[in-house]
C-alpha cells in the first residue's frame, strides 16, 4: 500500500501562487509515475498534471498549461505542483496520486491521498 499525504492548499486570490506538496510513503513509489487530480464543488475529479519517473514525460490539462508546473524530488519521495495565475475556476480540492505509468495516471488508475483544498477569490 502506498500512502500519499497533500498539503500546501490555502485561500488566495486571483493573480496568487501556491506549491502543493505531495509525499508519499509506505510500499514504494518508485518507478512510478505520479499526478495531480482536482475536484471542484458539484463537479466531477478531473486531470491536471502528470510526470514520469525520470521527470522526461510532463503532461498537463489545457487549462493549466503555462500556469501549472509539476516536478518531483524522488530522493524526497515528493511531488509538487507549482501554480501561478491562479484562478476562481482553479478552486477544489487537489488529489495526489500515483500509478505504474503516465497513462494509468490520467486514467486514474492508481493510489490516492485525501486531499488538499484551494480556494481561489475573485
Known amino acids: 500500500q502506498v500512502q500519499l499525504v497533500e498539503s500546501g492548499g490555502g485561500l488566495v486570490q486571483t493573480g496568487a501562487s501556491l506549491r502543493l506538496s505531495c509525499v508519499a510513503s509506505?510500499?514504494?513509489?518508485?518507478?512510478?509515475?505520479m499526478g495531480w487530480f482536482r475536484q471542484a464543488p458539484g463537479k466531477e475529479r478531473e486531470f491536471v498534471a502528470a510526470?514520469?519517473?525520470?521527470?522526461?514525460?510532463?503532461e498537463y490539462t489545457d487549462s493549466v498549461k503555462g500556469r501549472f508546473t509539476i516536478y518531483r524530488n524522488n530522493a524526497e519521495r515528493t511531488l509538487y505542483l507549482r501554480m501561478d495565475g491562479l484562478k476562481p475556476e482553479d478552486t477544489g480540492n487537489y488529489y495526489c496520486?500515483?500509478?505504474?505509468?503516465?497513462?494509468?495516471?490520467?486514467?486514474?488508475?492508481?493510489?490516492w491521498g485525501q486531499g488538499t483544498q484551494v480556494v481561489v477569490s475573485s
Open positions: 496520486t500515483s500509478g505504474r505509468d503516465i497513462e494509468a495516471v490520467q486514467s486514474g488508475r492508481g493510489y
Open positions: 509506505g510500499r514504494t513509489v518508485d518507478f512510478s509515475a
Open positions: 510526470i514520469s519517473w525520470t521527470s522526461v514525460t510532463e
